[in-house]
């Protein structure tokens, strides 16, 4: 017999009989119908305490909002798509403006490059599938378009999210994004910087991935 | 407790814990290092249920593991179809043994020589390590507290902080002889160097290792909980990535993890929701450009499926791994987590850990309580730890006709002096001509008392027998 046969004859053939399953009641994780505005600055007030920065901008001044900021960083080198709709936006703006970092397309893949993205790029700069207010954390998707490790290798994440796309609580979010008719490869919470406090319990960031989250709320 | 620490785990021997207890107590900066640490986790999960209808929570959390458990068999097979549909290859395992094999065989078939590996409770169950150690393949631990154990060759000692037991002075040095790394007590120094090592490692590494927090059968979706990425980079960056986990983390639907998530983080570090959680329903589709090419999912048994055969033990298997029974846990707290010198130390040790390894070795264990409680008041599944090792206790001496042992190695306390007074002693209170003679007798020669009696007089002084007993001071104030 098979292990898999074995392991499920054990199961089935319970001594104890069968096992009466209880209803679960999923009301306790409702929380009211909150307004986009209150839904923002919970998510803001939250994200912000685990590290992460929140910019409130536009979509006509988002691209310049960023270049300032990466510029502070002192950001030489940033991965976008080459065909999602943020990362177009950055190519289309890089050939205008000379604020930004040097754009790079993540067009290839990693095995023909994996060293240069751990070792040269700065900036991963990714879309997001909205977010979610009650733990401040940005839903990620990464697919073809917007691969993987744009989100986790650089130094810095910089995540662009509509205010419109807020859900309050990650319930709320996978029911309104009928998440369970179909899954990604790949699905993602993100909630602040990459952080450890494996070390006496002090508080790192950046352990494995990015030491910095920057979240462009487009309103 | 350092005797210990220079030994690998299958060394250890779990049934010398009060050598070992009075060790960790007796070192102060043991004692310390979990006294801060837990204070902080405790104090931080309050904080984190704020605001909360807890119990509703705690009793949703309870509901969810016990519906999936109540549908076990028909939810790992859905789960191996969708997984199977989504391109992931599902194994099963009886045994740690046969687990640690199908992770061999993967490896053997893709000529892989180096493993990374993300934090699995599971795979230190099966000693995967050293077993592939062994194999000539080596793993490498990639979680920041893993990987400083891995280097001390130590154990966990704590299943989500498992290097709380050293301070940072411990780990500088640790580092800079192991690793090159300079002296020094910056954690930020010491985790940078750190995140430059690994990053080589997760380039070149051939497969990677993870656990499962919860694996979601209508999906095939396996979900990760972390912060530091690590996680992440072990399931995305080598071209093979293989996941182990216990048969008991299946549930039904997504749904189900909202809630089991909300109470799990919260519940271990008092954080709302960890950095990451990350759901993987495939490996990387032919147009992605990153990802795993091939996928594993090794469901391993290892005494779960006789955990699961009798209705009061069965809740044992609700646990999602959190930890707060042992935050809260005076007795942990006290001692550490190396004393019980057991893969899961702590009270859900205490309950899952004899069925592992049979209550002959793990003897010590459902008696390394107070019954205080706190655990039970804590878990965020509602497991009743205290009954449960009430019921190990039982267990372990064999118990009595209407609650016979069932659990492997039970017995292994039993005495027949202590069966036969007890047996004594239900006798005289069944029957009142005896039990008046009896304590007659006693009241009669209490002289003859001994002043010592084992354990009980080691802190405290023997009661002293009553000149009369109860019922014959009754009977004089009658007259």
């Known amino acids: 017999m098979s292990s898999k046969d074995t392991i499920l004859q054990r199961l089935r053939n319970r001594s104890g009989g069968e096992i009466t399953a209880p209803d679960c009641d999923f009301s306790v994780l409702r929380r009211p119908d909150w307004s986009t505005g209150e839904k923002l600055d919970l998510f803001q007030k939250m994200i912000e305490s685990v590290h992460g920065e929140v910019h409130r901008t536009t979509e006509s001044e988002w691209v310049g909002v960023l270049a300032g900021l990466l510029q502070s960083r002192g950001a030489r080198t940033m991965l976008v798509s080459p065909v999602q709709k943020i990362g177009l936006a950055l190519k289309e703006a890089a050939n205008s403006r000379d604020d930004l970092p040097d754009l790079l397309l993540y067009d290839e893949a990693i095995e023909q490059w994996q060293e240069e993205l751990f070792t040269t790029v700065d900036v991963g700069i990714t879309s997001t599938r909205g977010a979610i207010a009650e733990t401040g954390s940005l839903i990620l998707w990464p697919s073809a378009d917007e691969p993987r490790l744009m989100s986790l290798v650089p130094p810095f994440h910089v995540a662009v999210l509509y205010a419109s796309e807020l859900y309050a609580t990650f319930h709320e979010a996978m029911q309104a994004q009928r998440w369970h008719e179909s899954m990604p490869t790949n699905a993602l919470l993100v909630s602040g910087p990459s952080k450890t406090a494996d070390i006496e319990q002090t508080l790192v960031y950046g352990v494995h991935g990015p030491k910095e989250l920057i979240v462009l709320v487009i309103e | ?479």
């Open chain 2, 1 to 479: 407790m350092n005797t210990t620490a220079e030994q690998s785990p299958h060394q250890i021997d779990v049934k010398e814990f009060h050598p070992r207890a009075r060790a960790a107590l007796g070192d102060p900066q043991i004692r310390k290092n979990f006294r801060n640490a837990m204070n902080g986790l405790m104090s931080k999960r309050t904080a984190a249920f704020e605001g909360w209808d807890v119990e509703t929570l705690r009793d949703l959390g309870a509901n969810v593991r016990m519906r999936a458990l109540a549908n076990l068999p028909d939810l790992l097979e859905q789960l191996e179809q969708k997984l199977t549909e989504n391109g992931v290859r599902v194994h099963w395992a009886v045994d740690a043994d046969e687990a640690c094999r199908i992770v061999r065989d993967i490896c053997v078939a893709r000529d892989a020589k180096s493993v990374i590996k993300g934090k699995s409770m599971v795979s230190e169950e099966m000693e995967l390590n050293h077993y592939l150690h062994e194999q000539g393949i080596e793993a490498l631990e990639s979680d920041l507290g893993e990987y400083i154990v891995q280097l001390a060759e130590e154990t966990p000692s704590h299943i989500i902080m498992p290097a709380i037991h050293k301070n940072t002075d411990e780990i500088s040095k640790l580092l800079h002889e192991k690793t090159g790394t300079d002296l020094s007590h910056d954690a930020n120094y010491l985790t940078a160097s750190a995140r430059l090592q690994m990053r080589e490692k997760f380039m070149n590494a051939d497969v990677g290792v993870s656990g499962v927090n919860f694996a979601v059968a209508e999906t095939g979706t396996l979900c990760l909980v972390e912060n530091e990425g690590n996680g992440r980079m072990t399931t995305t960056v080598p071209p093979c990535h293989i996941a182990v986990t216990g048969i008991e983390k299946v549930v039904p639907n997504l749904e189900d993890v909202t809630a089991l998530l909300a109470l799990l983080t919260r519940s271990a570090t008092g954080q709302h929701i960890t950095t990451y959680f990350n759901m993987i329903s495939g490996p990387r589709k032919t147009d992605e450009l990153d990802g795993p090419e091939e996928v594993h999912l090794v469901l391993v048994d290892n005494g779960r499926s006789t955990i699961y055969q009798d209705d009061q033990l069965l809740d044992t298997l609700r646990c999602i791994r959190c930890g707060a029974c042992m935050n809260h846990c005076p007795v942990y707290t006290r001692v550490g987590g190396h004393t019980y010198g057991t893969t899961y130390p702590g009270p859900i040790g205490k309950i899952l850990m004899p069925h592992l390894i049979g209550l002959d070795e793990g003897r010590h264990l459902p008696s390394a309580s107070s019954l205080c409680g706190a655990c039970g008041e804590v878990c965020p599944v509602k497991i009743p730890i205290p009954d449960l090792l009430v019921r190990l206790r039982q267990e372990a001496v064999d118990g009595d006709r209407l609650h016979p042992g069932k659990v492997k190695g039970h017995g292994a306390k039993r005495s027949s002096v202590e069966a036969m007074i007890w047996k004594g002693w239900g006798l005289m209170h069944a029957k009142p001509a005896l039990y008046r003679f009896g304590t007659g007798i006693a009241a009669k020669f209490r002289k003859l008392q001994p002043g010592k009696i084992g354990g009980w007089t080691q802190y405290r002084t023997a009661p002293a027998l009553a000149p009369k007993t109860l019922h014959q001071r009754m009977k004089e104030r009658q007259q």
